[in-house]
T-cell receptor, first 114, second 113 residues
């Protein structure tokens, strides 16, 4: 089974703090993603990466950055946390096979910024 | 970008068949249709994916008409554990596909005894 793990299930941070969210996948997937999920808004893509050291902006990259130094690890960084970044953060990796793509999600990190 | 439209919520009873329809009028030639299921406090989980006609697996069936402008997820004989949010996505697999994948708000399915 594919396993995607996230460093924390719950985090509480203060406004202005630098926050690191870590994601690790164990299936040698090329693609990795960070989403945030808010009530009524579904999942929105923040950033994704299709290879080591490669990254592309998703729909809502403002206020975030990412790092992918190793294939299995994709980090989301909040440079200076703000209250509007309180959300559920979901990491995913994907396998592309036979022209089809399947995303595998981690359990999520619920971040509260005070 | 292919946007999807689904009902916000649906209710059904245990043992019934549930059909959730998704509209995707702007689907592109290379786009696949994928459905995910999400339980509270968990990440979404892949259910089924298809390109045209009908796809069936051990969990669900996916019906796609010839024009591909809509699709229907069919859950046979639902149980209480099928209560979840269901997302319909369309996207073109590939290295730069993620920017073309839109999750939307999903359909909240509630199953009653």
């Amino acid at each position: 089974d594919v396993k995607v793990t996230q460093s924390s299930r719950y985090l509480v941070k203060r406004t202005g703090e630098k926050v690191f969210l870590e994601c690790v996948q164990d299936m040698d997937h090329e693609n990795m993603f960070w989403y945030r999920q808010d009530p009524g808004l579904g999942l929105r893509l923040i950033y994704f990466s299709y290879d080591v050291k490669m990254k592309e902006k998703g729909d809502i990259p403002e206020g975030y950055s990412v790092s992918r130094e190793k294939k299995e690890r994709f980090s989301l960084i909040l440079e200076s946390a703000s209250t509007n970044q309180t959300s559920m953060y979901l990491c995913a990796s994907s396998l592309v096979r036979g022209g089809q793509e399947t995303q595998y999600f981690g359990p999520g990190t619920r971040l509260l910024v005070l | 970008l292919a946007k999807t439209t689904q009902p916000i919520s649906m209710d059904s009873y245990e043992g019934q068949e549930v059909n959730i329809t998704c509209s995707h009028n702007n689907i592109a030639t290379n786009d696949y249709i994928t459905w995910y299921q999400q339980f509270p406090s968990q990440g979404p989980r892949f259910i089924i994916q298809g390109y045209k006609t009908k796809v069936t697996n051990e969990v669900a069936s996916l019906f796609i008409p010839a024009d591909r402008k809509s699709s229907t997820l069919s859950l046979p004989r639902v149980s209480l554990s099928d209560t979840a949010v269901y997302y319909c996505l369309v996207g073109d697999p590939g290295y730069s596909s993620a920017s073309k994948i839109i999750f939307g708000s999903g359909t909240r399915l509630s199953i009653r005894p």
